[in-house]
């Protein structure tokens, strides 16, 4: 089973997190990607996250008829501060190869993560770039990483320009996201009043 987990806030999921995901296990012949809300995200400001659990559901709806995709909890349940290092080492026996997929402005930071050392040595990175600059970019970070033992592989798929800031600025301005997230997500976030 080669298995990569694709963590966030996913707050909310959109359809720009799917196409990735399915791009990514395509493109590296991934049998699952799973997809991890965070409960509280590292390095990031977390003052306008939904609840933990309607993230969920919304990944959930989101991955639904997609073989590939699933969504795991471990995050949620496990609370406190969502280490990517904790959740490797949690599901490292559930797969013959671990992946951990990041976009280009994570990668960048992944020194900086807690215990970045066991993300590199039990995980193969799966980095998407946003750009061809980006792609040159990476490959330089990768050259700094190397010496820990990371591995690293930079998919020729860019992320798409859609952002989970962008649908809740539309979902509080009373603009149609029907174009940004999966139809399940919208009727969602409507009949939970999300993001208003």
Known sequence: MRRAIFGGSFNPVHNDHIKLALQLADEFGLDKVTMIPTYVTPLKDNSAIADGMHRFRMCQLAV???????????????GGMSYTSDTILALKNDADELFLIVGADMYVTLDQW????????????????????????????????????????????YVGPLSSTAVRSAVKAGQPISEMVDCRVEEYIKSHELYR
């Open 64 to 78: 639904e008829g997609r073989p590939q995709l699933e969504v795991s909890d471990i995050e949620l349940r496990r």
């Open 114 to 157: 807690h215990e970045f050392r066991t993300i590199f040595e039990n995980a193969t990175i799966l980095v998407a770039p946003r750009n061809e600059l980006d792609y040159n970019s990476l490959e330089e970070k990768y050259n700094e990483y190397k010496p820990y033992g990371c591995r690293t592989l930079i998919s020729r798929n």
